[in-house]
Nanobody, 122 residues
Framework: QVNLVESGGGLVQAGGSLNLSCVAT??????MSWFRQAPGKEREFVAG????????KYSDSVKDRFLITRDYAKRVLSLQMNKLQPEDTAVYYC?????????????????WGQGIQVTVSS
């Protein structure tokens, strides 16, 4: 069984930073990613990476502002979010899939965390 538990969300002013973490217990998927879902919108891909060798992929909306990393030994996936804007407000989810490449389609992911709220005030 795979469990993904997110932490690190909260409220921040525009221009600020937050760091999200996702701890994986049990199996580690080949691809680990972050998604987000704002009220009334579909869940969207934010960033993902191959657990080995750790190659990242970003959505255009967060590229150059967010950084996805992983601690291989501690089984932790992190998302450093900088220059946050109100449009980044959403529930953020950690997800995993056994796919060969990082995909942006939420339906392709097998495991999901419970989600964590990120709110950016203007």
């Amino acid at each position: 069984q795979v469990n993904l538990v997110e932490s690190g969300g909260g409220l921040v002013q525009a221009g600020g930073s937050l760091n999200l973490s996702c701890v994986a217990t049990g199996r580690i998927w080949a691809i680990m990613s972050w998604f987000r879902q704002a009220p009334g919108k579909e869940r969207e891909f934010v960033a993902g990476m191959q657990w080995v060798p750790g190659l990242p992929k970003y959505s255009d909306s967060v590229k150059d502002r967010f950084l996805i990393t992983r601690d291989y030994a501690k089984r932790v996936l992190s998302l450093q979010m900088n220059k946050l804007q109100p449009e980044d407000t959403a529930v953020y989810y950690c997800a995993g899939t056994p796919a060969a490449e990082v995909g942006t389609y939420a339906g392709a992911y097998r495991s999901w965390g419970q989600g964590i709220q990120v709110t950016v005030s203007s």
